[in-house]
């Protein structure tokens, strides 16, 4: 009795955050104008403001999923994150990976789908950030070489949501710009138990007990030790391949 009570709360207080979040998002549409007018043309200074406002709200909004018993969250090694010209790959098992991640560390530039630019509750957070659309072109690796030379970078380097069976497989445009254009490269595991929040899964399809997280950063990996005997194509599919058992073997 008392577990399906527990159900019956948390499927109501997941409710009220998917109504809280798109809220929220409308909201942000006046809150967020004066920094997402300009888009894609904003100066770093007006996206670290804009930033720091979506990292704030958003920190809330973890709060709130913490306090209503949906989820619980521990992060690990953070203040390792936000340095210039640092390149962070995360594994992407959840809807919620970028909130959690970026309502600890606001200094972040992003790529996001860009199928986001459509989305009311995310258009505004986007555009006031600075967040660039995955375009998968020569444009956007331009684009992740300038912003690297000033800004850290978050990357999901799958390009969508892990599958049910927990397999990462990484794209290997990621890894070549981080070895192309980043300082440093460092990866982030996320862990989640039990899993939920799965790409095309109804919001109502929730677990029967609370969602856990774990974020760990992990160790930094320098680009040049990778590039020093090898060539890039080679040094970027050895790369990946690295990164794919790292985060198999972690997650």
Partial sequence: ???????????????????????????????LYRYAKAY?????????????IVSRTWRFFVRYLVWSGILSVKYHGFERLGRPGQLVLANH?????????FSQEPRF??????????????????????FVPNTE?????EQCHAILQQQPLLLFPEGTRTGWDG???????AVSIGLRSAKVITPIVIKMRPLNFKKGQP???????RIEYELTVGEDIDPQQWLAEKPLPIASRRLNTYLENYFNSNT
């Fill in 1 to 31: 009795m008392a577990e399906k009570i527990d159900w019956i709360r948390r499927f109501f207080a997941t409710l009220f955050g998917f109504v809280l979040f798109g809220v929220v998002g409308v909201l942000f549409k006046l809150v």
């Fill in 40 to 52: 894609p043309n904003l100066d770093l200074a007006t996206q670290l403001k804009g930033r720091q």
């Fill in 93 to 101: 098992p959840s809807l919620l990976d970028v909130v959690l991640i």
């Fill in 109 to 130: 530039n992003c790529i996001v789908k860009k199928d986001l630019m459509h989305n009311p509750a995310m258009t505004s957070p986007i555009k006031a950030c600075g």
């Fill in 137 to 141: 072109s020569e444009e956007l690796l």
């Fill in 167 to 173: 397999v990462v497989k990484l794209h290997r445009g």
């Fill in 203 to 209: 919001w109502y399809k929730i677990p029967t007990s």
